[in-house]
């Protein structure tokens, strides 16, 4: 199940993960407090085994609605393995941030999971605090079948992963389902205002001369300019040749004259009324499929709010603005890493296999998915492409140019500081000059 898979409202100031955006446009963050205690609590447990009695256990970021979803998934691997029984927690918060610092709390009062749901923002934060279990072995005894799958998927998925979310040399993760950025439009909105129809080739300036002709000529948003890391500040970023953290995430970089610039764009999109003031309730979907918003950014997650509201074929989906970088995207996929503490672990990686299995990823292609499929048969197979947008295939097709978001393991503050920052630039308190520079600061301190 990857990358983004709820079905809640979006708002302008409650930033949403890709995860809980999957109904929204999320954010995303990772955190995870009172790690001392956490790291005694993930118990000394060591050895593969399935000496536990119980259903295999697992906790992920989702509401009641998505629990149905996984209801059909444990019925579909019980077919196959029916002595393998399943059990998940839902955790209804709104990031990524909240969502570990709830199972942290969970864990040391106790709590016993096998598994767990963890997007690019919490790997680091969860390997290095001791708490999983390395599935090297695992992966060699089922070597064919992780080859197998990771010769369909982008080879980027298994460099991403290698590089940021296994360190010591041990492999945590499977790497899962993902979701890159990309610009989703409502083409008309854009034929109303006798505007061309965005482009994988537009820049800055196309996008915002658009925004000012779709304002006068219809009264309708271009975009909403928020604070959430991976859908509002990232995209503009990558798309200037910037980021917040260097390619190894060791050294900040948000006070770069790129980085600046990014900022200061999308400060002008409120400022000229292209983009709704942040702050208050705005579901962007819905004012989307109504024409009162032209576009706003998402990975697959929306899928869900467009299909709902009966709007698929009122959207495109192209790549985001450029300006001095060609092409950029964020991009986070999702992993079922296994707790040291497990007593299950035998079974869990069973569960894991079958997630990437053809038989797994078809299960959520078919069900219409919050995340991109990971492998390339499946991210253009007609089971996931069918009732979408035209243009869902550029969002596996921006793997190509993606960059990780940037997660160290402090990346719940990082984020905290990101989205305060660029908060109020877009809100006007600060200029992008001054607010860049405090971010910098704010992420010099955490790392």
């Known amino acids: 199940m990857a990358a983004d898979a709820s079905n809640q409202q979006s708002t302008l100031t409650g930033p949403m993960s890709r995860r809980r955006l999957l109904r929204i446009a999320g954010s995303s963050a990772l955190g995870l407090t009172a790690l001392g205690p956490l790291a005694s609590c993930g118990g000394s447990s060591s050895g593969s085994g399935n000496g536990g009695s119980g259903p295999l256990s697992f906790v992920y970021l989702g509401t009641a609605e998505q629990q149905k979803q996984y209801n059909e998934l444990f019925a579909a691997f019980n077919k196959k393995y029916p002595d393998i029984k399943l059990k998940s927690t839902g955790v209804p918060v709104d990031n990524w941030a909240a969502f570990f610092d709830k199972v942290s709390t969970q864990l040391g009062g106790g709590a016993k999971y096998d598994l767990v749901q963890v997007a690019t923002e919490g790997m680091q934060l969860f390997a290095t605090r001791g708490l999983l279990y390395p599935i090297d072995e695992f992966m060699e005894k089922d070597k064919a079948a992780v080859d197998e799958y990771l010769s369909d998927a982008n080879p980027k998925i298994a460099e991403f992963n290698k590089k940021y979310a296994s360190p010591g040399g041990k492999t945590y993760y499977m790497p899962g389902d993902f979701n890159t950025m990309c610009l989703w439009f409502n083409k008309e909105v854009f034929q109303k205002a006798g505007s061309d129809l965005p482009t994988d080739d537009w820049t800055w300036d196309d996008f915002y001369a658009a925004g000012q002709k779709i304002k006068s000529r219809t009264g309708a948003f271009l975009y909403p300019a928020t604070p959430e890391y991976f859908i509002g500040v990232m995209p503009w970023l990558l798309t200037n040749g910037a980021s917040t953290l260097d390619v190894e995430w060791k050294q900040a970089t948000a006070d770069t004259p790129q980085a600046i610039e990014a900022a200061e764009f999308c400060q002008k999109l409120v400022k000229d009324k292209l983009s709704p003031a942040p702050g208050g309730s705005f579901d962007r979907f819905?004012?989307?499929?109504?024409?009162?918003?032209?576009?706003?950014?998402?990975?697959?997650?929306?899928?869900?709010?467009?299909?709902?509201?009966?709007?698929?074929?009122?959207?495109?989906?192209?790549?985001?603005?450029?300006?001095?970088?060609?092409?950029?995207?964020?991009?986070?996929?999702?992993t079922f890493p296994i707790f040291k503490s497990s007593d299950k672990k035998d079974k869990a990686w069973t569960f894991i296999k079958y997630l990437f299995s053809k038989e797994g990823g078809a299960f959520f292609a078919k069900l219409g998915g919050t995340a991109v499929p990971s492998r390339k048969s499946l991210a253009t197979s007609e089971e996931y492409l069918s009732n979408s947008p035209e243009g869902t295939e550029k969002l596996y097709e921006a793997l190509d140019y993606a960059t990780p978001i940037p997660s160290p393991p402090k990346g719940n503050l990082i984020q905290r500081g990101v989205e305060d920052s660029w908060g109020q630039i877009v809100g006007g308190n600060v200029t992008a000059e001054a607010g860049m520079k405090k971010m910098q600061q704010s992420i010099q301190q955490n790392l």
Do not use: C, E, T, Y
């Open 286 to 334: 819905s004012l989307a499929a109504q024409g009162k918003l032209a576009s706003f950014g998402g990975g697959r997650w929306p899928i869900i709010n467009i299909r709902a509201l009966n709007a698929v074929d009122k959207f495109g989906i192209v790549a985001w603005p450029h300006n001095k970088a060609p092409k950029g995207s964020p991009v986070g996929w999702a």
